[in-house]
């Protein structure tokens, strides 16, 4: 009964907020002004990213990291999250990961990622918060962030994905999921209609993370809306994933 209540919450918080409060993006050029390529293999990683950061002015404390991990077609969703973190009064930073070309570039560029994230976590040269590190991503994208975060679960937060799901076959053998998310922070929204994304799969697996009374965890589907990076747009979505931190400190990190 308490899954229950849980999903149907859910679906009714991101129902009631696709009409309204929501966020347009910005232009091609406003996002070449602000966002700032970095290429990994400059410390020894692999993978050129993307970077947004605030302004000095606006950085008084350490700020959440949102990873972004981009589907294998051009989409709006990391778009959508630099808006809402660049005009709001919701500084972060936000680093958009490219979709590999293959199996064992992704996983590259993914270990990259991962260096390059713990060991700014152990220094005072980027201004990270060690409870708010959140993994997102739509589609494919959103398949390489689930695989991420389950890798990563002494620190990732929160995975929030659209229109995605763990990969069939590679991180779980459905239905059984290993007990690695149990202290994470989980909300997954699909549709019904979507014609690229087993969505019957990803309840399976939504169904058995659920068996480890993981509490945190939500799932919100809707009938109609095909492939789309819509919730993205939708404040209430962002104010979720920013509103929720890591429940345990992180080993040899300073957690405050």
Request: net charge negative; proline share 5%; aromatic share 12%.
């Amino acid at each position: 009964m308490k899954h229950l209540i849980l999903f149907c919450l859910s679906a009714v918080l991101l129902t009631g907020c696709m009409t309204e409060n929501t966020l347009n993006g910005y232009s091609q050029s406003k996002l070449d002004e602000i966002l700032v390529t970095k290429d990994l293999a400059d410390e020894g990683h692999y993978g050129v990213c993307k970077f947004y950061v605030p302004p000095e002015k606006r950085i008084e404390d350490r700020l959440p990291l949102v990873i972004y991990f981009e589907d294998e077609k051009p989409n709006d969703g990391a778009n959508s999250i630099i808006e809402y973190v660049d005009k709001e009064n919701n500084p972060a930073i936000v680093l958009i990961v490219p979709y590999g070309t293959n199996d064992y570039e992704r996983a590259l560029i993914s270990q990259g990622v991962e260096d390059y994230v713990t060991s700014k976590l152990r220094t005072t040269e980027f201004a990270i918060h060690p409870h708010q590190i959140y993994v997102t991503g739509f589609g494919a994208g959103g398949m390489e962030a689930w695989k991420f975060a389950t890798e990563n679960t002494g620190w990732v937060a929160t995975v929030a994905t659209v229109c995605s799901g763990p990969p069939s076959g590679k991180v779980y053998n459905e239905p059984e999921v290993p007990v690695v998310m149990t202290e994470m922070n989980i909300w997954a929204v699909q549709y019904v209609d979507d014609p690229i994304v087993n969505n019957d799969y990803f309840k399976k697996v939504v169904t058995a993370i659920w068996t480890q009374n993981l509490s945190m965890c939500r799932f919100t589907e809707f009938f109609e809306g095909g492939h789309t990076t819509a919730p993205f747009k939708q404040r209430a979505f962002l104010d979720w994933m920013f509103g929720t931190r890591l429940s345990h400190g992180i080993s040899g990190v300073e957690n405050k």
